[in-house]
């Protein structure tokens, strides 16, 4: 086998998270080759909504800025009735514990641009277009390499290269879920909805942010996009048709509650339907997202209604759970067990993100007759008892499944911070304002709100990073108000911001350090994170 027709990783699918994760993966400094069956960006909307956490996984491949120029922040989600009236409302800030806003629109092409200039960028990044992935094949033992077989465009030759790991992006009728043996969970949500992106001048009577319409009869989502860019979404039979001379008149009822269109039919230089497409919202989860060295990432490994706006997001999470944990056994020789904590972290993590989503649709927009009316009329009930609307908006994304990487105390007291984020302020770094990330870098770290510890030293040294003491931040505050909520006085952080693993307040030590050890151990120096202030003095 030649050195050339084996690659480090082998990425099939060259979408959003298929891209990201070549750049999260060359950020470690591991090579990637993405293969494509399209040789360009798919033109058309599909995914359009953002939340803070995947704005902070952006900023990790260093486009957020950009992110920020083209997306557009938006104050939250409305329940309403079938006559549009509120039913409550689900508030999102501008300013999330990520430190971007909660929710923000953007047009998926966009966002996929400038993954790909990002991409062009990076020398360990290989994109092939118009090449497709015909099969993965790998020893029966699930070592590497992995063979993937693939063809060019145009060609009935069929070539092969080999991988050290191979990461199937390549969606719902994943290549590379079959390959793995891999099978659907259903989750029991099927309906069928179109989906109809407008560019429009008129004036559109509705809030800045989305709207869902609880009907039983005819359920509906809007939102707006962008400047001039609006999405509805109805539930229609797959015969309803919306072009053609009634279908237009049709599309304009449809539209009548939130714009003014003439009669003579929507269409027009001031009203453009960019999009219309049919699309049956499933609910499906894959009972193995690992075999070996092959993984599944995004819609190969589930399916979600988009009814909380987390399809995309679930996938991007993926990616930035993975690929530092296979940098560290690819280049660092760390325990393969590393690679088993994928699986069991991000699967009940998307399994309870599709369950909300299907909550919603069913007690809000889906389901039908008494039952249905039933379930809306407790939800609405639910969501006006104080707190629980912010509750909601604040606990969408749940904190990770204990495990070796995620060290919980059998009896917390205070906020448990293991497998939650660390929060995301703006510190002062070299005179001036940077988010936190920035300064971390791509490493472990450790955060003390005391003068650390010969062990905690001690393991900060380990995994390559200096302890820094929060108040050497200059933040606003909140790194200390975060563990003293957690009555921790240190975090030992992953490279993906999740708390590993924490010193309750006056013990001087990590709690589960024999867990995770082992599983990160090697024999070479992780790359240490960008300078800071020097943390303050060790005690004993």
């Known amino acids: 086998m030649s050195a050339e027709a084996r690659r480090p990783v082998v990425i099939i699918g060259a979408g959003p998270v298929g891209v990201t994760a070549a750049l999260l993966l060359a950020r470690h ?28 996984i952006l900023q990790s491949v260093g486009i957020h800025e950009e992110f920020a120029a083209l997306s557009r922040p938006a104050p939250g989600l409305r329940l309403l009735d079938p006559r549009r009236r509120l039913i409550t409302e689900f508030p999102r800030s501008l300013q999330g514990h990520h430190g971007f806003a909660q929710t923000n629109m953007f047009d998926q092409p966009e966002l996929e641009r400038l993954l790909r200039g990002a991409l062009a960028r990076r020398p360990e990044c290989e994109l092939w277009g118009g090449v497709e992935a015909v099969s993965v094949t790998q020893p029966a033992d699930g070592t590497a390499p992995v063979r993937v077989a693939f063809r060019r465009d145009g060609s009935d030759e069929e070539e092969h290269l080999w991988a050290d790991a191979v990461l199937g992006c390549d969606g719902a009728g994943s290549l590379t879920r079959e390959a793995i043996g891999a099978v659907w969970e259903d989750l029991h949500f099927e309906e069928s909805w179109r989906v109809i992106d407008v560019r429009t001048s008129r004036r559109v009577n509705s809030w800045e942010g989305a709207e869902q319409i609880c009907c039983a009869t005819r359920p509906a989502t809007y939102m707006r996009v962008g400047e001039d860019r609006y999405r509805w979404e109805f539930r229609l039979d797959d015969d309803e048709r919306l072009d053609g001379a009634e279908g237009r008149e049709r599309l304009r009822e449809l539209v009548a509650p939130w714009v003014d269109l003439p009669s003579d039919g929507p269409e027009g230089a001031d009203f453009e339907v960019i999009r219309q497409a049919q699309y049956t919202f499933r609910a499906r989860l894959a009972d193995r997202w690992r075999q070996g060295r092959v993984f599944l990432l995004g819609d190969a490994a589930h399916l979600t209604p988009p009814f909380v706006g987390q399809g995309l997001c679930a996938g991007l999470r993926d990616a930035y759970n993975l690929t530092w944990k296979l940098a560290r056994v690819l280049r660092q020789g760390a325990h393969d067990g590393l690679l ?56 969408l994304s749940p904190a990770l499944t204990a495990g070796p990487l995620v060290r919980r105390r059998p009896r917390p007291v205070g906020r448990a911070l293991a497998g939650t984020f660390c929060p995301q302020p703006w510190i002062r770094h070299d005179g001036g304002p940077v988010r936190l ?101 060790s005690t004993p």
């Open 437 to 537: 990330d920035d300064v971390l870098g791509n490493s472990f770290a450790v955060l003390t709100a005391v003068p650390p510890t010969a062990r905690m030293t001690a393991v900060a040294t380990a995994l390559g990073t200096p302890p820094i003491h929060v108040d050497d931040l200059g933040d606003d505050g909140t790194l200390a108000a975060w563990l003293a909520g957690g009555r921790s006085d240190a975090a030992l952080l992953r490279p993906d911001r999740v708390v590993l693993d924490t010193v309750p307040t006056g013990t001087g030590d990590f709690t589960g350090t024999a867990a995770w050890a082992p599983l990160l151990h090697t024999g070479r120096r992780t790359p240490g994170a960008r300078a800071v202030p020097s943390p303050r003095s």
């Open 340 to 395: 088993d904590t994928y699986e069991h972290e991000r699967k009940p993590h998307a399994r309870h993100l599709i369950r909300v989503a299907v909550a919603v649709g069913w007690a809000m927009t889906g389901g039908q007759g008494r039952g249905a009316a039933f379930r809306r009329a407790v939800v609405g009930t639910a969501c006006r008892i104080p707190g629980v609307t912010a509750a909601v908006s604040r606990d």
């Open 29 to 56: 400094g591991v090579r990637s080759l993405l293969l494509e069956r399209h040789r360009d960006i798919y033109p058309l909307p599909r995914a359009v909504v953002a939340d803070d956490e995947i704005c902070r």
